[in-house]
């Protein structure tokens, strides 16, 4: 089946410094991709999301970037805080019958934020 | 709290016995989702319901798998005659019906088989 992956399984980011996080995905009629982060002993946590009719969307300190020409996905995490430390997943959903099927995930990026 | 709700939070149970898992969703979602997250991997789906139906099945792993959600709210991921290899955390995810919904995790239940 077709998937989504990420890049690179860890990234280590000094404190107050920008983070970019990429993912790839192979589906082409991909239409919606969120990103999720999860800390140890958590569910995944919703972050930022993106239709295939943009090409940038920006939230409080998160910027997500698609490029669906070589579909390709990342999320760029400005002036990195302790708290960022976690995992991150893209995710690109489904459609079946009009309404949202499962989520597809990568395998995550450990973001590690150095003091 | 407003958020998905899950329990047990951790279950340990010997090989063979059979596991209950319950979800709780956020009021008025109407779709809701099970997926799987083995030690270190991202996480597998395996079914969704929109209200009490569920229209795919074949993400479950296995028949000793299934899951149910009456009245439209809670629902349960059963699992029978369990085996080592279904030691995870199992999440549950809710959203409203639609297109570019996102989906909204609870914290799972951390199931271990010994």
């Known amino acids: 089946g077709e998937s989504v992956g990420l890049h690179l399984p860890t990234l280590s980011v000094q404190e107050g410094d920008n983070s970019i996080i990429n993912c790839a995905y192979s589906?082409?009629?991909?239409?919606?991709f969120i990103w999720y982060k999860q800390e140890s002993g958590k569910g995944p946590q919703f972050i930022i999301d993106i239709r295939s009719n943009m090409d940038k969307r920006q939230g409080q300190r998160v910027t997500v970037l698609l490029n669906k020409t070589v579909k390709h996905l990342s999320l760029q995490i400005a002036a990195t805080q302790p708290g960022d430390s976690a995992v991150y997943f893209c995710?690109?959903?489904?459609?079946?019958?009009?309404?949202?099927?499962?989520?597809?995930f990568g395998k995550g990026t450990h973001l590690i934020i150095q003091p | 709290g407003a958020g998905v709700s899950q329990s047990p939070s951790n279950k340990v149970t010997e090989k063979g016995k059979d596991v209950e898992l319950r979800c709780d969703p956020i009021s008025g979602h109407t779709a809701l989702y099970w997926y799987r997250q083995s030690l270190g991997q991202g996480l597998e789906f395996l079914i969704y319901?929109?209200?009490?139906?569920?229209?795919?099945k074949s993400g479950l792993p296995s028949d000793r798998f299934s899951a149910e959600r009456t009245g439209g709210s809670v629902s349960t991921l059963t699992i029978q005659r369990t085996q080592q290899e279904d030691s995870a955390v199992y999440l549950c995810?809710?959203?409203?019906?639609?297109?570019?919904?996102?989906?909204?995790f609870g914290d799972g239940t951390r199931l271990s088989i010994l």
């Open positions: 319901f929109q209200g009490n139906s569920a229209p795919d």
């Open positions: 589906n082409s009629a991909s239409d919606y």
């Open positions: 995810a809710s959203s409203l019906w639609g297109s570019n919904q996102p989906q909204h």
């Open positions: 995710a690109e959903v489904g459609y079946s019958g009009g309404g949202a099927d499962g989520l597809t």
